[in-house]
């Protein structure tokens, strides 16, 4: 795989490594202390100044920070920079309560376009691909981010955004698309009806997918891949910490490597706080070593992962996570049990005859929570016999049974049936409140 000159922080030695993110750690540190009064605040109520970071084991002494900071705090409270420095806003629609707004100064554009360019980089992107940018442009960080990141790395980009997808499959097959980037549900839907169109993607120069925004699990990917007739790669960020572009998988596919000059990683119980020896899993607290705008200290993502101590066989010597399957707010709590959607991805995937569609509805019966699952079977399985659906219906029964320790119900649905999304995938309908 060719080497691009801005991959070059992936391979520095860890020691150096180190050194340089000590010393990025002390300088936004001192500037989250005096342009953030939250922060200074909570530093002072523990006692603490910028000066207390020795080694980069002091994090562990500093406070979190977490959504509900940005929400308190909306729309400007965690800036670090005057609006005069600030060049670009991004918002998350919030689906609960207030939306969080996140800042950019230019450096801080040239920084997510350098991490977003060494993703793609990683990934085997090059200048002569051709990139097709299906990432929502607009407040959404996925658009903007994927197209200054492929455009720096010299690769000829197509912004056209999410939706329409019958233009997307055009655009895809005239303009010899090379690579895309969308969420995986909805790359599944451009394949699904490419071949309503007589197209098969497979036949497409397209050959590989950066694919994120939602998680997924490598069932999934395998469905994807076989599918697309390309390879499917996990790109990782949140608007917070930058957008797209705090981790990528490489060419090994065996967890993401983060870019962590920029992004400090920990691993901290979720319960507790504390941080977590090397290897074990627990929830993902991002440190922004050198944003301007808005940094973030002991960020705390929710998304539970382990950091792999391994060298990986591709040479970066970045560190690498496993790949995000689960959020600590993602649990579904039925019956008692812990369920979490990407179980029942796994399970599903594992039989033959589904689609990866699906959707999972709780509801509350005589006050008790009742979980369905529902699936898209293959046109070939809709189209036979009654008791080859029957039988098809019993082993996703058993699956989810054995995978989850849990009887659910399953309803099998035409293909097609289940709402398709332009973006993330809404898996969860909870009727349980209403
Ligand atoms: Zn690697």
Same mark, same amino acid.
């Given at each position: 795989?060719?080497?691009?000159?801005?991959?070059?922080?992936?391979?520095?030695?860890?020691?150096?490594?180190?050194?340089?993110?000590?010393?990025?750690?002390?300088?936004?540190?001192?500037?989250?202390?005096?342009?953030?009064?939250?922060?200074?605040?909570?530093?002072?109520?523990?006692?603490?100044?910028?000066?207390?970071?020795?080694?980069?084991?002091?994090?562990?002494?500093?406070?979190?920070?977490?959504?509900?900071?940005?929400?308190?705090?909306?729309?400007?409270?965690?800036?670090?920079?005057?609006?005069?420095?600030?060049?670009?806003?991004?918002?998350?629609?919030?689906?609960?309560?207030?939306?969080?707004?996140?800042?950019?100064?230019?450096?801080?554009?040239?920084?997510?376009?350098?991490?977003?360019?060494?993703?793609?980089?990683?990934?085997?992107?090059?200048?002569?691909?051709?990139?097709?940018?299906?990432?929502?442009?607009?407040?959404?960080?996925?658009?903007?981010?994927?197209?200054?990141?492929?455009?720096?790395?010299?690769?000829?980009?197509?912004?056209?955004?999410?939706?329409?997808?019958?233009?997307?499959?055009?655009?895809?097959?005239?303009?010899?698309?090379?690579?895309?980037?969308?969420?995986?549900?909805?790359?599944?839907?451009?394949?699904?009806?490419?071949?309503?169109?007589?197209?098969?993607?497979?036949?497409?120069?397209?050959?590989?997918?950066?694919?994120?925004?939602?998680?997924?699990?490598?069932?999934?990917?395998?469905?994807?891949?076989?599918?697309?007739?390309?390879?499917?790669?996990?790109?990782?960020?949140?608007? #917070?910490?930058?957008? $797209?572009?705090?981790? %990528?998988?490489?060419?090994?596919?065996? /967890? +993401?490597?983060?870019? &962590?000059?920029?992004?400090?990683?920990?691993?901290?119980?979720?319960?507790?706080?504390?941080?977590?020896?090397?290897?074990?899993?627990?929830?993902?607290?991002?440190?922004?070593?050198?944003?301007?705008?808005?940094?973030?200290?002991?960020?705390?993502?929710?998304?539970?992962?382990?950091?792999?101590?391994?060298?990986?066989?591709?040479?970066?010597?970045?560190?690498?996570?496993?790949?995000?399957?689960?959020?600590?707010?993602?649990?579904?709590?039925?019956?008692?049990?812990?369920?979490?959607?990407?179980?029942?991805?796994?399970?599903?995937?594992?039989? #033959?005859?589904?689609? $990866?569609?699906?959707? %999972?509805?709780?509801?509350?019966?005589? /006050? +008790?929570?009742?979980? &369905?699952?529902?699936?898209?079977?293959?046109?070939?399985?809709?189209?036979?016999?009654?008791?080859?659906?029957?039988?098809?219906?019993?082993?996703?029964?058993?699956?989810?049974?054995?995978?989850?320790?849990?009887?659910?119900?399953?309803?099998?649905?035409?293909?097609?049936?289940?709402?398709?999304?332009?973006?993330?995938?809404?898996?969860?309908?909870?009727?349980?409140?209403?």
């Amino acid at each position: 795989m060719t080497f691009h000159p801005a991959s070059a922080p992936d391979y520095l030695p860890i020691p150096r490594m180190r050194e340089l993110q000590l010393a990025r750690l002390r300088g936004i540190v001192a500037r989250a202390f005096e342009r953030v009064p939250l922060f200074r605040q909570r530093m002072e109520e523990r006692g603490l100044d910028p000066d207390c970071l020795s080694d980069l084991a002091d994090l562990a002494r500093l406070p979190f920070t977490t959504k509900s900071d940005l929400r308190d705090t909306y729309p400007f409270g965690l800036f670090a920079s005057p609006m005069a420095e600030v060049v670009r806003l991004h918002a998350s629609s919030g689906t609960t309560g207030k939306p969080i707004v996140v800042a950019y100064t230019h450096q801080d554009l040239e920084v997510w376009t350098s991490v977003m360019l060494r993703a793609l980089a990683a990934c085997g992107v090059t200048a002569g691909d051709v990139v097709q940018n299906a990432y929502g442009y607009g407040l959404f960080t996925g658009g903007l981010g994927a197209h200054y990141g492929a455009e720096a790395l010299g690769a000829t980009v197509i912004p056209i955004s999410g939706g329409n997808t019958d233009r997307q499959i055009n655009v895809m097959k005239d303009f010899g698309v090379t690579a895309i980037c969308c969420t995986p549900s909805y790359f599944l839907h451009l394949v699904d009806r490419a071949g309503e169109l007589g197209i098969d993607i497979r036949s497409l120069p397209l050959r590989a997918g950066i694919f994120g925004a939602e998680p997924w699990t490598d069932s999934m990917r395998r469905r994807i891949e076989s599918e697309g007739g390309i390879r499917a790669f996990d790109i990782y960020g949140l608007t #917070e910490i930058v957008g $797209p572009g705090v981790g %990528i998988e490489c060419d090994c596919q065996d /967890g +993401l490597h983060l870019f &962590e000059d920029h992004f400090y990683p920990e691993v901290i119980d979720p319960e507790t706080g504390e941080v977590l020896p090397a290897g074990e899993e627990g929830e993902l607290v991002l440190t922004t070593l050198s944003k301007q705008a808005m940094p973030l200290i002991r960020y705390r993502t929710r998304d539970i992962t382990r950091l792999l101590t391994e060298p990986c066989p591709c040479g970066r010597t970045v560190r690498r996570m496993t790949r995000i399957a689960r959020r600590s707010d993602d649990m579904l709590i039925i019956r008692g049990v812990n369920v979490f959607p990407s179980q029942i991805e796994a399970a599903l995937l594992q039989v #033959e005859g589904t689609l $990866p569609h699906y959707q %999972i509805i709780l509801e509350r019966e005589k /006050g +008790l929570d009742a979980m &369905e699952v529902q699936v898209e079977v293959t046109p070939q399985v809709f189209s036979d016999e009654v008791r080859v659906l029957e039988g098809l219906h019993q082993r996703l029964v058993k699956a989810l049974d054995h995978t989850l320790g849990l009887r659910v119900g399953v309803r099998l649905v035409a293909p097609r049936t289940l709402a398709r999304s332009e973006g993330k995938a809404k898996r969860v309908v909870d009727r349980r409140e209403s």
